[in-house]
């Protein structure tokens, strides 16, 4: 059964906010997903925090 969180963010290339669905149930991985707006190649990198909660960073792929 997959996992997958709406979550909103901001394109790092054109800035477009974004509606992206996550899979926050395998806990801290990274994977590229192009952008719907701008197809820019979006580094999206999950990590858990102390509390248990998965956190979306996103990046340029130049970064």
């Avoid at 820019?40 to 979306?56: C, K, M, N, R, W």
Wanted: aromatic share 10%; glycine share 4%.
């Amino acid at each position: 059964m997959l996992y997958q969180k709406e979550t909103f963010i901001n394109c790092p290339y054109c800035g477009e906010s974004i509606d992206v669905l996550v899979d926050d149930s395998s806990g801290e991985q990274s994977y590229y997903e192009d952008c719907s707006v701008c197809c820019a190649p979006i580094l999206f990198v999950l990590t858990e925090d102390e509390s248990g909660e998965i956190q979306v960073d996103v990046r340029r792929d130049d970064e």
